[in-house]
């Protein structure tokens, strides 16, 4: 259809909208589930398979997930392959579309507590996006953090 959905109504598709969507689609880029299915098993065969990174806003909080979630590993796979993303709206109440699009790429690395031989590496602060570290060393060398 010439429409997408949004929480306030109905927005117009416009024509670009709709050729980047058809080729998005062309190129293999969007995958489509059957109504009903269960759609985080689709997105990680897509990750698995194709050793991509997946945008979405799904939390996974599907209920025959939780098995997994318990899993430290798959937690640890799962925060490397989702890319999540924001809309800004401007401040004028007139226009109801997003002005910019904000993507939360996945972190380098893991944000947990990491152990490296007599050190241990803490994250700390409201956002742990930023790169904030506390480094504690038990009977190190001075100097190894």
Request: glycine share 4%; hydrophobic share 35%.
């Amino acid at each position: 259809p010439n429409r997408a959905r949004r929480n306030s109504g109905i927005v117009r598709v416009t024509p670009e909208d709709d050729r980047l969507r058809r080729k998005w689609f062309r190129d293999g880029h969007v995958w489509v589930c059957p109504d009903r299915a269960e759609d985080d098993w689709y997105w990680m065969l897509l990750a698995l398979i194709r050793n991509v990174r997946v945008l979405t806003m799904d939390g996974m909080r599907d209920h025959k997930l939780r098995l997994f979630q318990r899993s430290s590993h798959f937690s640890r796979w799962k925060a490397q392959q989702m890319v999540c993303y924001d809309f800004v709206y401007p401040d004028t109440p007139e226009r109801a579309l997003p002005t910019e699009v904000l993507l939360k790429e996945p972190p380098a690395y893991s944000i947990e507590i990491q152990q490296h031989g007599h050190r241990w590496h803490l994250p700390y602060g409201d956002d742990h996006q930023q790169g904030s570290w506390l480094c504690l060393s038990l009977n190190a060398p001075q100097g190894e953090c």
